[in-house]
Structures are given as structure tokens and as C-alpha cells.
């Protein structure tokens, strides 16, 4: 047998037999992965094939912690095991979805009426008022239905208070604290620490209220920068507070005076500045739901379903036919960033390629760009405009701002269209910045050095191991002012305006919505629903034309081949205050991480933008 002949030593052959016996383990292993695999989307199919039905006198339950984006939420492994126990692995649903549900359960007979509970976590970019705002409407129409809309509130916040202020009645836990103390922006500042680790920072800008880089090179907000921030906050309280008024019959600066003489607003005060109906606990509005919409000798609750299996009724199981006309609706929701991104960024390329096939595909008749974006990447941005403005020229394309359109966000959207904005979106931010870290203190100091061969003057000008000369500051200026000057240009052509005037209300400052209809930056307030009904009437298509959403809502396939290609966006808590801000420090790293223009200038709004 030559397998015991001179051509295997017995090194060898334990080599191979350890080899083989490895390969031999991890076939195995992986055969019983995907075995576990297909037992999972077995399962998750069968669920999937079980749609609830909706019982007579339902009420429809609408969780406001449940985080409402613009695009379709993405699959989270971590979220399979959920998903097989109680029906639903995603925990994320989309405004359209919200806005459907709530429309069609107007009419539906066997839905009673809303119940609203939980509190609004702001994550990412979902659930931002601009979104809640459009919640808040349909919820009102639903109310012309003549069905009630009741909400249980424990301790809910601003943005909680602000959608459930609608309802016919709103019970509050004894217990319970209404955490509405108005509007805040804080913002962390980081020159400090850079100078303490030996980290140097160099920045150019355009515009007097392009406070992004601020924090790099101060240890506090900038006259201009606290100027702006108060009148947007001021905005954009004012909407909230006037909206909760009208919905609870309060005199105007009832709100203000409650929130003033309370940093928490107890329950007790809440009854008292009549924002709440009654004092009671959960246990006691189901008792007396349920002996009205339920059967007391079979129910232990009132009759309901969740918003999300709802859902699963109303929406249909395939997709409709390649040749049958349509809109496309694009979400650009999160920060742009040069190339594909991930699945959190708007990604130049890959959104820009999105564009494109709507623009050649001859069943989508008209496109809705729909912009939850702070900016990002001049470069992407440019990137994703051009391709808008190509498709803007071939068919009908109409842009929907959501809770913040600036910077790169109304760059993307300059494109000679109709824009709709929510009374408190926030845009604007028309400026561009360069932002330049450098690390050669912080080498040197570690006994680490450069030297460099070039075959010209400049051609290091981009390495972050040293700082730029003020030549090359020089040369970066001029290119961030060349690019200030093509955005008030863009600007200029595609909202019929002169550049002088542009330039006035540009300087990198931000906007309200309110403010933006005034300045002739938008044309419309208006919501998502309101943008793909214009598309529809501009295209023939009606009202509630067929929508084709980029990015697609994920099949099982697609989540089964994420699962398998693995997932990093664990679920993480972000019910403390504490984890709160360490979320909040981890995703300005994440935004600095981000930055990956190859110039190196971005439009993009100030560090660490966020209305608590």
C-alpha cells in the first residue's frame, strides 16, 4: 500500500490524519449550523404563514418604544430567538407602516379604537419629531372615525407625551413622572482630551454657524453657535407645546407654566395642569376596558393586537409585478459616507446606484427621496445629488424631509424639486468644513518619529502623522470655499433664488422647518404621506400609488444570509441614563469614524446634534 510505503512518514500521516480529521469536525460543525438554520427560517416560515386574525372590538395597541424609522428596519441575529417565541423578530417598524396601520383601522370594524403605551427612546434617528409629528396627525384623523384613542403613560418622556396628548383620555400610573422639562442640545467637547493624549486638530470652514468642528478646537459653544441653537430650540418648543395645547383645550402657555414650576412633573401635577384624564394603574384601565371590549368569562384583557401583527394583515405577501407602474421611494436615513456604507449609513454609491436603476426602470414613474440625514461626505453627497438630478430630469422627483434634512442632507435634495418639510424639521445648514486630526505629539511623546521622501511639495498633504503647513491650509481653504460656493450655487438654481440671497441665510446656520418655508428653502409642510400622493397626482397614479422602497423590506432569505454573514448591531440597553450617555459618547466615535471623504470636507451638522 503506498499509503505505507516510503512517500508518508509517519509525521505526515499524523499531519494529514489531524487535517482531515479537522476539516472532517467542521463540516460536521457547519452542517449542524445550518441545520439550526433551517429549522430557524422553518420556523420563522411557519410563523410568518400564521397571520393573525383581528377579532371583533380589537384594539389596536401602538407601543411608542418600539423605534419608528423611515426605512425598513434590518434583521438583528440576536433577535431570532424573540422572533420564534412571540411572532415578530424585527423591533423596529417604519413610519409608512405606522401611518397604514392607523389610516386603515379608521375604517376597519373590527378595530374599536388606539391604545397607546411605553415612552419614545431616541435611537439612532428613528422616532424624531418630525416623525412623531406625522403620528400625531393620523391619529387625529382616526378620531374622525368617532373611535376613541386612549393612552396609559408610566414615565413617559417629551416625545411620548407629545404623540399620546392627542388622546380622548390619558391615564397616568400614581406613580408615574411626566419627564417634560423642555428642550435641550448638550454638547460634548473634546479639545481637552486631544491636547491631554497629544492628539493635534486643525479645521477649516465656511460659514459663521458651521459648529461641527467646534468641539475639536473649543471647550464651549461659540456665540453664532449658542445663537442658533437657542432660536432653533425655541421653534421647535414652540410647536410642541402649541400642539399639546390645542389637543388638551389648554390656554396658551399652559404648558411653559407647568414645566416651569416642575423639573419632573409628578402625576399629581400632571391632573392638576389637566395633561392627564385620571390617576389609576394599568391593571385597573384593563379591568375596565375589559369588561367592555372583552369577554370576562374567557378574557383576561380587553381584545387587542399589537401594531405589528396588524401589520401582517394589511400588507400583501407578494410584491407587485416588474411591469406594473409605481413609485420608488429611496430612504437617505443616517449619515452619508464615501463609497457603500453600511447598513446604518447612506452610503454615496450605493444610494446613488439605487437612484439610477429607479431612473431606468420604466414602471417607476416618479421617485420620493425621503431625507433623515444630518450630512455626511461632500464627496458621497455629490455623488448622490448628480444621479438625483438625472432622474429629477426624466421623471417626476419629489423630496420628503423627516425629523432632520441639513447640511449634506439638503445638499442630496437640491435638485429642482418639490420639497415638503415638517413645521419642526430640522434644516438647513448650508456651509462646508475641513477637519484634520494629526498624531505626531502623541508618536513623538512615545519615543515614535517620521521621516518622509516625496516626489513633490505637497504630496503628504493628506497623512494625519503630521500637521499641514499653512500652505496646505491655504490650498484646503480654497477648495472648501470652492465647494461653499458650488453649494450656494446648487442651492440658488434648484430653489429659484440668487446666490446673494442664499449666501444670507446659508453660513452654515440651521433651521425649523417653520423657518425653512419662510426662507424659500422648502415649498410645502407636509409628511411622508403628503410627498407620495404629490408623486402619484404628478404621475397619474393617484393618491396611493404602488410604492417600491429602497432599501427592500428583508425577506426570510435575507435574513437567514445576514445570520449566516454574521450581524454586529447587538441590541444594547438604553433604559438608564447612565448607559444612555455611553451610548451617546460611543456613537460620536462612531460619527468620527465616519468621516471618510477622501478631501477630507464634509457637509455635515454640528458634532453631537441631538433635541432631548
Given at each position: 500500500?503506498?499509503?505505507?510505503?516510503?512517500?508518508?512518514?509517519?509525521?505526515?500521516?499524523?499531519?494529514?490524519?489531524?487535517?482531515?480529521?479537522t476539516i472532517f469536525a467542521l463540516l460536521i460543525l457547519l452542517a449542524g449550523v445550518l441545520g439550526f438554520l433551517f429549522l430557524c427560517a422553518g420556523a420563522l416560515q411557519k410563523v410568518a404563514q400564521k397571520a393573525p386574525s383581528v377579532q371583533p372590538n380589537s384594539w389596536l395597541v401602538l407601543d411608542l418604544s418600539v423605534p419608528i424609522t423611515d426605512a425598513p428596519a434590518r434583521f438583528d441575529p440576536a433577535q431570532l430567538v424573540t422572533g420564534l417565541q412571540n411572532g415578530n423578530a424585527d423591533?423596529?417598524?417604519?413610519?409608512?407602516?405606522?401611518?397604514?396601520?392607523?389610516?386603515?383601522?379608521?375604517?376597519?370594524?373590527?378595530?374599536?379604537?388606539?391604545?397607546?403605551?411605553?415612552?419614545?427612546?431616541?435611537?439612532?434617528?428613528?422616532?424624531?419629531?418630525?416623525?412623531?409629528?406625522?403620528?400625531?396627525?393620523?391619529?387625529?384623523?382616526?378620531?374622525?372615525?368617532?373611535?376613541?384613542?386612549?393612552?396609559?403613560?408610566?414615565?413617559?418622556?417629551?416625545?411620548?407625551?407629545?404623540?399620546?396628548?392627542?388622546?380622548?383620555?390619558?391615564?397616568?400610573?400614581?406613580?408615574?413622572?411626566?419627564?417634560?422639562?423642555?428642550?435641550?442640545?448638550?454638547?460634548?467637547?473634546?479639545?481637552?482630551?486631544?491636547?491631554?493624549?497629544?492628539?493635534?486638530?486643525?479645521?477649516?470652514?465656511?460659514?459663521?454657524?458651521?459648529?461641527?468642528?467646534?468641539?475639536?478646537?473649543?471647550?464651549?459653544?461659540?456665540?453664532?453657535?449658542?445663537?442658533?441653537?437657542?432660536?432653533?430650540?425655541?421653534?421647535?418648543?414652540?410647536?410642541?407645546?402649541?400642539?399639546?395645547?390645542?389637543?388638551?383645550?389648554?390656554?396658551?402657555?399652559?404648558?411653559?407654566?407647568?414645566?416651569?414650576?416642575?423639573?419632573?412633573?409628578?402625576?399629581?401635577?400632571?391632573?392638576?395642569?389637566?395633561?392627564?384624564?385620571?390617576?389609576?394603574?394599568?391593571?385597573?384601565?384593563?379591568?375596565?376596558?375589559?369588561?367592555?371590549?372583552?369577554?370576562?368569562?374567557?378574557?383576561?384583557?380587553?381584545?387587542?393586537?399589537?401594531?405589528?401583527?396588524?401589520?401582517?394583515?394589511?400588507?400583501?405577501?407578494?410584491?407587485?409585478?416588474?411591469?406594473?407602474?409605481?413609485?420608488?421611494?429611496?430612504?437617505?436615513?443616517?449619515?452619508?459616507?464615501?463609497?457603500?456604507?453600511?447598513?446604518?449609513?447612506?452610503?454615496?454609491?450605493?444610494?446613488?446606484?439605487?437612484?439610477?436603476?429607479?431612473?431606468?426602470?420604466?414602471?417607476?414613474?416618479?421617485?420620493?427621496?425621503?431625507?433623515?440625514?444630518?450630512?455626511?461626505?461632500?464627496?458621497?453627497?455629490?455623488?448622490?445629488?448628480?444621479?438625483?438630478?438625472?432622474?429629477?430630469?426624466?421623471?417626476?422627483?419629489?423630496?420628503?424631509?423627516?425629523?432632520?434634512?441639513?447640511?449634506?442632507?439638503?445638499?442630496?435634495?437640491?435638485?429642482?424639486?418639490?420639497?415638503?418639510?415638517?413645521?419642526?424639521?430640522?434644516?438647513?445648514?448650508?456651509?462646508?468644513?475641513?477637519?484634520?486630526?494629526?498624531?505626531?505629539?502623541?508618536?513623538?511623546?512615545?519615543?515614535?518619529?517620521?521621516?518622509?521622501?516625496?516626489?513633490?511639495?505637497?504630496?503628504?498633504?493628506?497623512?494625519?502623522?503630521?500637521?499641514?503647513?499653512?500652505?496646505?491650509?491655504?490650498?484646503?481653504?480654497?477648495?472648501?470655499?470652492?465647494?461653499?460656493?458650488?453649494?450656494?450655487?446648487?442651492?440658488?438654481?434648484?430653489?429659484?433664488?440668487?446666490?446673494?440671497?442664499?449666501?444670507?441665510?446659508?453660513?452654515?446656520?440651521?433651521?425649523?422647518?417653520?423657518?425653512?418655508?419662510?426662507?424659500?428653502?422648502?415649498?410645502?409642510?407636509?409628511?411622508?404621506?403628503?410627498?407620495?400622493?404629490?408623486?402619484?397626482?404628478?404621475?397619474?397614479?393617484?393618491?396611493?400609488?404602488?410604492?417600491?422602497?429602497?432599501?427592500?423590506?428583508?425577506?426570510?432569505?435575507?435574513?437567514?444570509?445576514?445570520?449566516?454573514?454574521?450581524?454586529?448591531?447587538?441590541?444594547?440597553?438604553?433604559?438608564?441614563?447612565?448607559?444612555?450617555?455611553?451610548?451617546?459618547?460611543?456613537?460620536?466615535?462612531?460619527?468620527?469614524?465616519?468621516?471618510?471623504?477622501?478631501?477630507?470636507?464634509?457637509?455635515?451638522?454640528?458634532?453631537?446634534?441631538?433635541?432631548?
Open positions: 500500500d503506498a499509503c505505507n510505503g516510503p512517500f508518508l512518514s509517519s509525521p505526515m500521516k499524523a499531519f494529514f490524519g489531524s487535517f482531515f480529521g423591533q423596529r417598524v417604519t413610519l409608512r407602516d405606522v401611518l397604514l396601520s392607523i389610516n386603515r383601522a379608521a375604517a376597519d370594524r373590527q378595530i374599536a379604537g388606539i391604545f397607546l403605551t411605553g415612552t419614545v427612546l431616541p435611537i439612532d434617528y428613528a422616532s424624531g419629531y418630525g416623525a412623531l409629528r406625522e403620528v400625531r396627525q393620523a391619529l387625529q384623523r382616526f378620531q374622525q372615525s368617532k373611535k376613541p384613542v386612549y393612552a396609559f403613560l408610566n414615565d413617559p418622556t417629551t416625545r411620548a407625551y407629545y404623540v399620546a396628548s392627542v388622546a380622548d383620555k390619558i391615564f397616568m400610573d400614581p406613580s408615574g413622572t411626566l419627564a417634560m422639562s423642555g428642550l435641550a442640545s448638550q454638547r460634548l467637547y473634546f479639545s481637552g482630551l486631544l491636547k491631554k493624549f497629544g492628539i493635534g486638530v486643525q479645521a477649516s470652514r465656511v460659514g459663521n454657524y458651521k459648529s461641527f468642528v467646534e468641539p475639536y478646537l473649543s471647550d464651549r459653544m461659540s456665540p453664532e453657535d449658542r445663537e442658533q441653537t437657542e432660536k432653533l430650540l425655541r421653534d421647535l418648543w414652540s410647536e410642541i407645546t402649541s400642539a399639546i395645547e390645542q389637543s388638551r383645550s389648554l390656554p396658551a402657555g399652559a404648558v411653559q407654566q407647568a414645566v416651569s414650576e416642575n423639573a419632573l412633573i409628578d402625576a399629581d401635577a400632571a391632573l392638576q395642569h389637566k395633561l392627564v384624564t385620571e390617576l389609576t394603574s394599568l391593571s385597573a384601565v384593563v379591568d375596565q376596558l375589559r369588561a367592555q371590549y372583552g369577554d370576562a368569562r374567557k378574557d383576561d384583557t380587553f381584545r387587542q393586537i399589537p401594531l405589528s401583527d396588524y401589520l401582517s394583515t394589511l400588507l400583501p405577501s407578494n410584491h407587485p409585478g416588474d411591469d406594473v407602474p409605481k413609485i420608488g421611494i429611496v430612504y437617505a436615513e443616517g449619515e452619508i459616507v464615501d463609497g457603500e456604507g453600511d447598513r446604518n449609513d447612506v452610503g454615496g454609491d450605493r444610494y446613488a446606484r439605487a437612484v439610477r436603476q429607479f431612473r431606468l426602470d420604466p414602471s417607476v414613474k416618479g421617485i420620493v427621496l425621503r431625507v433623515n440625514s444630518p450630512g455626511g461626505s461632500v464627496s458621497a453627497s455629490s455623488v448622490i445629488r448628480h444621479e438625483l438630478e438625472r432622474a429629477a430630469a426624466a421623471k417626476p422627483v419629489v423630496i420628503s424631509f423627516g425629523s432632520v434634512a441639513a447640511s449634506g442632507g439638503y445638499y442630496i435634495s437640491s435638485v429642482n424639486s418639490h420639497i415638503f418639510a415638517e413645521p419642526n424639521t430640522i434644516t438647513g445648514s448650508i456651509g462646508v468644513f475641513g477637519l484634520f486630526l494629526n498624531f505626531q505629539k502623541l508618536a513623538n511623546d512615545n519615543g515614535v518619529t517620521f521621516d518622509t521622501v516625496q516626489t513633490s511639495p505637497y504630496a503628504s498633504i493628506l497623512s494625519p502623522l503630521r500637521p499641514k503647513t499653512d500652505a496646505e491650509l491655504a490650498m484646503i481653504q480654497g477648495m472648501i470655499d470652492k465647494d461653499y460656493r458650488e453649494f450656494l450655487q446648487i442651492v440658488a438654481s434648484a430653489r429659484r433664488l440668487s446666490i446673494d440671497q442664499v449666501n444670507e441665510l446659508a453660513q452654515g446656520r440651521v433651521w425649523s422647518g417653520t423657518d425653512a418655508i419662510r426662507l424659500h428653502l422648502v415649498d410645502e409642510l407636509g409628511g411622508l404621506g403628503d410627498a407620495v400622493a404629490y408623486a402619484g397626482r404628478q404621475t397619474q397614479l393617484g393618491d396611493r400609488p404602488i410604492l417600491k422602497e429602497f432599501p427592500e423590506r428583508q425577506n426570510l432569505n435575507d435574513k437567514i444570509r445576514e445570520l449566516i454573514n454574521g450581524n454586529d448591531h447587538l441590541p444594547v440597553s438604553r433604559l438608564d441614563p447612565v448607559n444612555q450617555e455611553l451610548q451617546r459618547l460611543q456613537q460620536e466615535l462612531v460619527t468620527l469614524r465616519r468621516l471618510n471623504d477622501p478631501r477630507g470636507i464634509y457637509a455635515l451638522l454640528p458634532f453631537g446634534w441631538r433635541v432631548d
